[in-house]
C-alpha cells in the first residue's frame, strides 16, 4: 500500500524507470553483467523461464520509483542459475573443443574471479569502513551513561547494528 497505491516510497528518494538495467542489475553480479546481457542476444531462448521471471520481477520493480539494490535479492538465485550455466558451457566448450583458444576463456574467467574478489575487498574493508566503527563508538560511549538518550541521525538505516 505505502510503495504502490500511495506512491510514498519516493520519499526516500527516486530513480529513472531503467535504473535497475544499468545500475541495479551490475551491483548485484559485478562483471557477470556482460555474460547476462549476452545472453539476451546470443541466446534468448535457452534460458526462456529464467529470463521471463527476472524480466518481469525487474518490469515490476521498475514502476516504483524508490529503486533499491536491495529490491533485486530475490532474483540473485536466478541471477546465479543462469550465469553458473554460462560459464560452464564457455569453460566446457574451450575446453573441450577449442583446445587453441581455451586460454583466453580462462583468463576471461580468472579476471573476472579476480576483480570480484578486488571488489568485495575494497567494499568489505575501506568502502564501508566509517559505519560500523561509529555504531561501535556511539554504544560504548553511551555505557558510561546513567540514561542515554542517543539519537542517531543517519540515511536509510546505514548504521546496520542498530536498526
Not at 7 to 36: D, H, K
Not at 99 to 119: D, E, K, N, P
Not at 123 to 129: D, L, S, T
Request: aromatic share 18%; net charge positive; charged share 10%.
Amino acid at each position: 500500500m505505502f510503495n504502490f497505491v500511495e506512491g510514498r516510497s519516493a520519499e526516500f528518494g527516486v530513480y529513472p524507470f531503467c535504473w535497475y538495467l544499468y545500475s541495479g542489475i551490475p551491483s548485484i553480479i559485478g562483471l557477470n553483467v556482460v555474460f547476462a546481457y549476452a545472453v539476451l542476444l546470443v541466446w534468448p531462448t535457452r534460458y526462456v523461464g529464467e529470463l521471463r521471471v527476472i524480466l518481469i520481477f525487474i518490469l515490476i520493480y521498475s514502476f516504483v520509483a524508490h529503486k533499491e539494490i536491495r529490491f533485486l535479492l530475490p532474483i540473485l538465485p536466478q541471477f546465479c542459475t543462469v550465469l553458473g550455466d554460462i560459464w560452464g558451457y564457455f569453460l566446457e566448450t574451450a575446453y573441450v573443443k577449442l583446445h587453441s583458444t581455451r586460454w583466453v576463456v580462462f583468463t576471461a574467467f580468472a579476471c573476472t574471479i579476480s576483480a570480484q574478489l578486488a571488489a568485495s575487498v575494497f567494499f568489505m574493508g575501506w568502502h564501508q569502513a566509517g559505519i560500523s566503527p561509529a555504531t561501535h563508538l556511539i554504544l560504548n560511549g553511551s555505557h558510561a551513561m546513567k540514561q542515554p538518550i542517543i539519537w542517531v541521525l543517519m540515511p536509510c538505516y546505514s548504521l546496520p547494528v542498530h536498526t
